[in-house]
């Protein structure tokens, strides 16, 4: 038994031996391999990320790629998304809301009873026709399936209380991000190189997604944005929240809320750090949202916000009890918007709409007096002042 066991360890060592590479002592450029390639007897490097020359190893095969990807920033393996989501409490609208459900061009009457109203007899008042017609409300009586609320306001109206809102909510950070990301805002799959013609990879990318953003190309005229190795996201399907930490010029108390109006995000600054990202809807052409440099100056945990742009008044808008409202440029305010389903799109008559959780985040977080800085670094929105109004919802 104890002759065997010597003869493995004999064998092993000696294979061992011979499998060891075998360095000569004449200069490398004296020693040729088949095909007259020069040998230098390096082997190559370890995978890593080498942005230097080793000159111990050759940096190929796979330390390649990953020296490629740290020369663009791009850390692999890629590190997690530090962000968490705030309370889900906050998404509970404060109100119930219903809408109002009467095409224009009719008007929609308010009853001072419930028989009234029931009945269509003897209105008292009147919500001019519009697209856009929501109330609150304190009681619920269903006469012949027909829904009548009670206002918080006073009168009765037919309308359809509301099932549910939004509940999209941003990120907060207890840290700073490792990497920049952004939001899916329309689901669609990841391409295989940044190309129409490249095929769809097999993977689902659903609606307000987080994604982190590795790198970003113009190819002909189109942006992608490199999700992960070689997956691909064209422009329309997301949007990147750009980091940047440094205040800008004019704030003075190292607080502010930054308005991306190309990205259509919303990033919120303390001392220097990023401390919360989400996705917003700005003022649509015309309506912009006015680029500049503001303060708060007034909030209000629910505000009514009526009116209309269009000479018609087609654009009419009648909104009770909008929540969490924070006033920062005439009759522009940062707020809740119960009514929209989708954030990353211009929607909006000039304000900043949130998702009702998230403009409560902001609310609790924002004093009167914090800096609300607008700016769209495509530069197509309009930046003189002469062509802005007060502003709406």
């Known amino acids: 038994m104890l002759m065997k066991q010597l003869f493995i360890v004999v064998v092993f060592s000696f294979l061992s031996i011979t499998s060891l590479p075998i360095f000569s002592a004449e200069p490398a450029d004296e020693i040729s391999q088949p095909g007259n390639e020069p040998y230098t007897g390096d082997n190559l490097c370890p995978p890593a990320a080498y942005l230097q020359d080793p000159g111990d190893c050759l940096p190929y095969g796979p330390s390649a790629t990953l020296s490629n990807l740290a020369q663009e920033g791009i850390v692999y393996p890629f590190l997690p998304l530090v962000g968490t989501k705030p309370d889900f409490n906050l998404t509970e609208m404060p109100v119930d809301i219903a809408r109002v459900n009467v095409p224009p061009p009719d008007q929609a009457p308010i009853y001072s009873s419930l028989e009234d109203a029931s009945t269509g007899n003897n209105p008292i008042q009147v919500i001019p ?91 002909d ?5 490199m999700i992960g190795l070689n997956e691909w996201v064209e422009r329309r399907y997301i949007r990147q929240l750009v980091v940047n930490t440094t205040p800008p010029q004019g704030v003075t108390n190292n607080r502010w809320i930054e308005i991306n109006l190309y990205e259509q995000t919303m990033s919120v600054y303390e001392n220097n750090k990023l401390i919360f990202a989400s996705l917003i809807a700005t003022g649509v052409d015309p309506y912009f949202t006015r680029p500049g440099l ?17 000479a018609d008044h087609s654009d009419y808008y009648y909104l009770e009890d909008v929540p969490w409202t924070m006033y920062f440029d005439e009759s522009r305010a940062l707020h809740g918007a119960y009514w929209r389903a989708w954030f990353g799109y211009e929607q909006s008559h000039g304000c900043v709409n949130l998702s009702v959780g998230d403009s409560h985040w902001l609310y609790d977080w924002a004093n009167v007096g914090d800096w609300v800085y607008v700016w769209d670094p495509s530069g197509e929105t309009p930046t003189d002042p002469a062509y802005y109004g007060n502003g709406g919802a």
């Not at 990841?190 to 990318?205: E, G, H, M, T």
């Open 294 to 310: 503001f303060q708060i100056y007034e909030k209000k945990p629910l505000e009514t916000m009526s009116g209309a742009f269009a």
């Open 221 to 225: 005229g189109n942006k992608w944005y």
């Open 129 to 219: 026709a519009g697209q856009l017609l929501y109330i609150s409300y304190v009681q619920w009586v269903d006469v012949d399936n027909n829904h009548y609320l009670l206002r918080g306001s006073g009168g009765w109206m037919r309308a359809s209380p509301l099932s549910g809102v939004s509940t999209f909510q941003g990120l907060i950070f207890n840290s700073q991000p490792y990497t920049s990301f952004g939001w899916i805002v329309e689901m669609t799959k990841p391409k295989a190189q940044p190309s129409f013609n490249a095929p769809d990879l097999n993977i689902d990318l659903p609606r307000e997604k987080v994604v982190p953003i590795y790198s970003v190309l113009d190819v």
